[in-house]
Every structure is written in structure tokens, then in C-alpha cells.
């Protein structure tokens, strides 16, 4: 399906990340969002609210990141695409329902533009420690689907995938963008509307005796959907449901209901990994790195390379489910892999996980607030290949 | 004596059936617990109204009362605790043409969610509250909640409660609904009278039940079982409509005010937004459509 045509502006534009995201949103269907302001990531839903009531979306400003959170979950059951958007402290807030929607099996986009925490942290200013937390931070065990843009230009891209996984997955997925991403601003080409492949939502045919709503399908084992309104009596809650959606709060029903949460997106990890990887061929060291983090990292690795230095480059455009396959392939035939995030250690510890001691993992850390120097993610590349 | 609200055809089946997942009784109520009492008059309130019940959707938080949703066969929406009127702003803004009943309970709406629920009364939200106030966070074992009167022992205050608690007519009343009622589970035909009127009325409408929790406050606090409550509720409570918020606020055994409270016009969310982008924006304005499958 092609993006609907009333949405999308078409052209080449200058665009920070915020507003490049809000555009991909559009261009993805989203016609509705709630928000809280939270700094950097407000931009987000300020153009949202102003282009809104000119493509006939909604746009509502709430009182709390909680109230903004089950909002877009609610616009989605009443049959719309939907998406909110905010920061750490906000992103916090609004764990309960990264958990309610990943249970009730609602697609829909959180957009976190991150910055430095923890707490309120630094408002302005750039980091990429909630990658750990939007895999975690909800209770209980589940699988989500997260993207990093480094880029305006992937911010309106991944917003759209990010959109399309949703619906495809029956899952909340999450746009990881960071201050400096968000506020950066590049040109972004968008695309005539029928160039912009747009995943429909998964409305059932069935009949409304033989329907339920939590019965997987085909081979991404997430259920059709049905919407508010059509006479199906639904049945949503997040307590532990059977397919019919009915409370069934046995030891039986969790372990069936909440390994298919999980193994729908880990069956699937392959096709959802999305990478970017050059010099592979050859490489002794391979960076490591995602976001804004992959633009420093590429100086670092051109340098790397003029000294002769064998060094490969890989970029996790998707964050979760953690590309497993890929690094377990590499590690044996490398010397070293070297990790640059803007966290003191998060997405290594993944790495580390999957390079099971074949090789050495060095990670670049930062506590936030700016982007790591070059010469530090060189240095790091220099020692690991000695 | 008043005619009935329904007229039952089929004297051996209950015309509340239709309305419930019978697949999903028996239910987790107490016995002498006033929150089915609510459903019944709900489900004849729905009669009443002739509301499409294709076109109907229920909301709950958590709790005893956030437990409704699960049982009405209607789309039904049991959401996080004190979320439900979030959720069904967003569901409300997105399906204009449906009616959304927001069905939850004191602890749900006023402690954790207090702060949607004045935020939807503002915005004047065309959604409907029924808050079953059991003055006590039931599903919990009855600790002290929002609504709990001074001077009333709970399984957090063994000592009896010394916090004020809010009255939920006045609250709502300040915050701007446009119809605020209250009645107890012993006031069945006008509570199911007063909800069918709240669902033609246009804008955020909140009906409060005091509704006896006879297995935790009323034990606890040596006020009998659930039919001495109803005794308690007709004895003490005394209609009087108009009454100005202010003055119905409760005490653990004074008098129980009920009535129409609040009646008044106001235009809702989406008419303000309509018509203010509607102005602003002229022929640019494309106001959201009500989402078709296809």
C-alpha cells in the first residue's frame, strides 16, 4: 500500500530530525498524537499540532506522559494510526503503557529523542542511555522493536518503518533518537506518496462469531485487529488474556500468551534487523555504533584506515531485537570489536553477550551531554588491533 | 407505582443477559457487593436511551469496579489504573460518533487518575463517568483511598483515617462537567434513569453510586452486612436535586445527599475545536473522520 497522498510533502526540505520525524509520521498515516512537551523532542508534536488540522488528523495536549501514552492507544482501538513523543523523563512516565500496548498487542510509535539523565538530567543536550530501558523498562518479560536514525533524513525514513513494523507486528516500536539528531538540520527529500510503502493495518475479514482478536496470524504470529465501533465486542485488557482476549490468569495461558509477545519478534529478528556495513570484508576491528554516535565513529574509522588499519564499520539502524546473528558471525573473525555509544555501557553488554570471548569488545563510552571526540573511538580502535 | 423501565416479554430471562458475557460469569464480586447492582441499572439505562450498542464503548481502570468492562458484552477496554479517561479521550477523539462510558471506581478515578479526570472535566470531553464509590481501595484488601470518610477504620488505618477526603460531586463540579449526579446502590430506578439522561447529554457527564463493600469497609467498621447498608442508604439519604456541591460532601454515618447536582451547558471539546479551526483555518480545515476498515 502507498502512503495516503493528503499527508505527504513531497520535495526536497531543510528539516531538523524533530520535524523530518513528524513528517514520516504523516507520510506513514499517523492521524493522531498526544503529547506532553518534554525538551528536545517537542518540535515533534508542535508541527504535528500545526499540519493536524489541515490533513484531517487530531492533535491533543495532554496533561502527563502517562495520559498522553494510553491516549494514543485509545485513538488506535477507535481505528487510527497514532503515535506520541518525548524525552527521558517523560519516556519514563510512560513505561506503564510501553507494557499495556505490548500486551494488548496495539500498534503504535513512541518517538524518544534522548537526552542526558538520569532524572532530569540535561535538558538540552545529547546522550543514548535509554536503549537499555526502552527494552526494559516495562515489568514483565516482552519484545519490542526499536530503530536509530543518524540522520534527518532516516528520521522521516525510520518513522515510516517504524510505523509499518508496528502494524506488521502488532507491537509498540520505537523511534531512538537523541538531542543532537533531533536538532540537527539537513535536507530530507520526501518521496511522491506512491513512492512510500505504507503498511495497512491488519483488519480481519472474519466473521464476528469466528474472530479473535489475540489469535496469531501467518508466520509474524500477530493477530488481526479490529477496531471500536464494528459490532466485534472486544475485549482488550492487560491482564493475561486468552485469544478471545478474556481474563485467563493460569500458569497455562501465560506461558502461551507471553511467549508468542516474545518469539513473534525473535522468530522474526532477521527480517527486522536492519544494519549498515562497510569494510567488513577485510576488517581485524569492526566499530560498532548507532545514531549520532555513527557519525563521529566514521571519522574515526577513515582515520583508522589511512594509518592501514583494517577497520570495518557496522551500524545497528535497528537497536531491538538486537542484531544476535550478525555480530555472532563476526566476532570469530575479527581481532577486536569496538563499541562508541553516548552511555556508559549498554548496548555493549550485547555485543559482549554475542562475541561470547571470541574476540576482545571494547567499549567508548560517554556520560552524555556532547558526542565523543574522534580520537577517542580511534584510540580504542588503535589498542584493540595491537 | 411508577411504571417499569423494561418491559420484560420473556418473564423467565433477565433482559440484563443480553448485555453481559455470560461466558465469563461467574463473576469476582462479593457477595452483597453493590457494583453488579450498578451493571443491572447500567444495562436498563442503555435500554432506556436506546444507545447503539455497536456504537458503544466501555472503559475501566483497575480495581473491583475496573473489572466491568470484562464482563459487558460491548467493546471493552480494561486499561491501566486511574488511565481509563485517557484512553478514552484518545478513543472518543478518534471515533467522534461513539459513545464512550468511563466505568471505574474512587480510588481508580480520584487518587491515581485524579488528575485526568479534572483535565477531561475541563476540556468538557464527551465522555460519560460512572464511579462506583465504595470509599475504599477494595480489590486491595481496603486500605484508605481518596474518598474514605474521617473517622473510618481501613487496613491502613488501624486507628481510623484523619485525611479529608474529597467530595467527588464538588470536584467534578469545579473542574466543569456539565451533569454531576450521585446516587447509592438502594436508588436503583433513578440511578438507571439518571445514567439513560447522562448518555443524551452532550459533553463530560459524571454520575457518582455510593456502593457498600460489605466484606471490607462495612466488616471493618461494624456497619453491618449489604442488607443492612441498603437500610443505612434509604434511612439516611434524601433526595435533593440542585443541591450546590459544596454541601454533599460525605461523613462515615451523617446524611447521604442525592440528585441531579449539576445540569448546565457548555460546548464540548470537539465542538470548540471544530469551530475555533473552523474559523481560524476556513477551507484549509479538514476536521478528522471517523476511521473505516478497509
Not at chain 1, 498522553?68 to 518525548?86: D, M
Not at chain 1, 481474563?247 to 507471553?258: C, I, K, L, S, W
Not at chain 1, 513473534?264 to 581485524?284: G, P, S, V
Not at chain 2, 457487593?33 to 466501555?58: H, M, P, Q, W, Y
Request: charged share 20%; hydrophobic share 40%.
Amino acid at each position: 500500500m502507498h502512503a495516503d497522498p493528503v499527508g505527504v510533502l513531497t520535495g526536497a526540505h531543510f528539516l531538523d530530525g524533530d520535524h523530518a520525524a513528524c513528517e514520516g509520521a504523516i507520510a506513514a498515516g499517523a492521524r493522531f498524537s498526544a503529547g506532553y512537551p518534554i525538551t528536545p523532542s517537542t518540535e515533534v508534536v508542535e508541527r504535528f499540532s500545526a499540519r493536524a488540522p489541515k490533513i484531517g488528523a487530531t492533535f491533543i495536549q495532554m496533561e502527563d506522559e502517562l495520559a498522553a501514552s494510553i491516549a494514543i492507544l485509545g485513538a488506535v482501538w477507535g481505528g487510527v494510526k497514532a503515535f506520541t513523543v518525548t524525552s527521558g523523563p517523560g519516556f519514563s512516565l510512560m513505561m506503564e503503557h510501553i507494557g499495556y500496548a505490548v500486551m494488548t498487542e496495539t500498534p503504535c510509535v513512541f518517538i524518544d529523542v534522548q537526552r542526558g539523565g538520569p532524572s532530569t538530567g540535561l535538558p538540552t543536550l545529547p546522550a543514548q542511555a535509554d536503549m537499555m530501558q526502552v527494552k526494559w523498562g516495562s515489568h514483565g518479560d516482552y519484545e519490542i522493536i526499536a530503530l536509530c536514525p543518524n540522520s534527518p533524513q532516516e528520521c522521516f525514513d525510520l518513522t515510516i518503518k517504524a510505523f509499518n513494523f508496528s502494524e506488521k507486528y502488532r507491537v509498540p516500536v520505537f523511534v531512538m533518537m537523541d538531542e543532537v539528531v533531533g536538532h540537527m538540520t539537513e535536507k530530507v527529500v520526501i518521496p511522491p506518496a506512491e513512492d512510500i510503502e505504507v503498511e495497512p493495518r491488519h483488519w480481519t475479514t472474519k466473521d464476528k462469531s469466528a474472530f479473535q482478536l489475540f489469535a496469531p496470524c501467518g508466520e509474524e504470529q500477530a493477530p488481526e485487529m479490529a477496531k471500536a465501533g464494528d459490532g466485534y465486542k472486544l475485549h482488550v485488557t492487560g491482564l493475561t488474556h486468552d485469544e478471545r482476549g478474556y481474563p485467563n490468569m493460569t500458569p497455562a495461558v501465560q506461558e502461551r500468551m507471553v511467549k508468542r509477545l516474545v518469539t513473534k519478534i525473535r522468530d522474526n529478528a532477521e527480517k527486522i534487523c536492519i544494519t549498515e556495513q562497510h569494510d567488513m570484508e577485510d576488517a581485524d576491528v569492526v566499530v560498532i555504533s548507532y545514531g549520532i554516535t555513527s557519525r563521529v565513529a566514521q571519522r574515526a574509522i577513515e582515520t583508522a584506515r589511512a594509518e592501514g588499519i583494517k577497520v570495518g564499520s557496522l551500524r545497528l539502524i535497528t537497536a531491538w531485537p538486537f542484531p544476535e546473528h550478525i555480530i555472532r558471525a563476526i566476532a570469530p573473525k575479527v581481532k577486536g570489536i569496538v563499541v562508541a555509544e553516548l552511555n556508559l555501557g549498554q548496548m555493549v553488554r550485547e555485543v559482549e553477550r554475542c562475541a561470547g570471548g571470541h574476540c576482545r569488545v571494547k567499549l567508548v563510552g560517554h556520560a552524555g551531554g556532547t558526542v565523543h571526540k574522534p580520537e577517542e573511538i580511534l584510540k580504542a580502535i588503535q589498542e584493540v588491533v595491537r | 407505582m411508577s411504571s417499569p423501565i423494561v418491559s420484560i416479554t420473556q418473564p423467565d430471562r433477565n433482559p440484563v443477559e443480553d448485555f453481559l458475557r455470560t461466558d465469563r460469569m461467574p463473576h469476582i464480586w462479593c457477595p452483597g457487593c453493590g457494583i453488579g447492582t450498578t451493571v443491572n441499572c447500567f444495562t436498563r439505562a442503555l435500554i432506556e436511551s436506546k444507545t447503539d450498542l455497536d456504537r458503544l464503548s466501555i472503559v475501566s481502570g483497575i480495581g473491583c469496579t475496573g473489572r466491568v468492562a470484562g464482563y459487558v458484552n460491548l467493546d471493552s477496554f480494561h486499561t491501566t489504573h486511574g488511565r481509563a479517561i485517557p484512553f478514552a479521550t484518545g478513543l472518543k477523539l478518534a471515533s467522534p460518533d461513539m459513545t464512550v462510558v468511563v466505568y471505574s471506581g474512587d480510588g481508580d478515578l480520584f487518587a491515581i487518575g485524579g488528575n485526568h479526570l479534572i483535565h477531561a472535566a475541563r476540556r468538557n470531553l464527551d465522555i460519560k463517568v460512572i464511579c462506583v464509590n465504595n470509599l475504599t481501595y477494595a480489590m486491595t484488601g481496603g486500605q484508605t483511598g481518596p474518598a474514605t470518610p474521617l473517622d473510618v477504620i481501613t487496613a491502613t488505618a488501624a486507628y481510623g483515617t484523619y485525611d479529608p477526603p474529597f467530595n467527588l460531586p464538588q470536584l467534578v463540579d469545579a473542574a466543569g462537567a456539565v451533569f454531576v449526579a450521585r446516587w447509592t446502590t438502594f436508588h436503583v430506578k433513578q440511578l438507571a434513569r439518571s445514567m439513560a439522561e447522562m448518555f443524551k447529554k452532550k459533553g463530560f457527564g459524571f454520575i457518582e453510586i455510593i456502593s457498600p463493600c460489605p466484606t471490607l469497609y462495612q466488616r471493618r467498621n461494624k456497619m453491618g452486612d449489604a442488607l443492612d447498608t441498603m437500610k443505612f442508604y434509604k434511612q439516611i439519604s434524601k433526595i435533593k436535586h440542585g443541591t450546590p456541591t459544596n454541601e454533599v460532601g460525605l461523613t462515615k454515618s451523617g446524611e447521604i445527599i442525592v440528585g441531579k447536582f449539576v445540569d448546565r451547558e457548555r460546548p464540548d471539546f470537539a465542538t470548540m475545536m471544530h469551530a475555533h479551526l473552523g474559523e481560524e483555518l476556513g477551507d484549509k480545515y479538514i476536521p478528522a473522520e471517523a476511521p473505516v476498515c478497509s
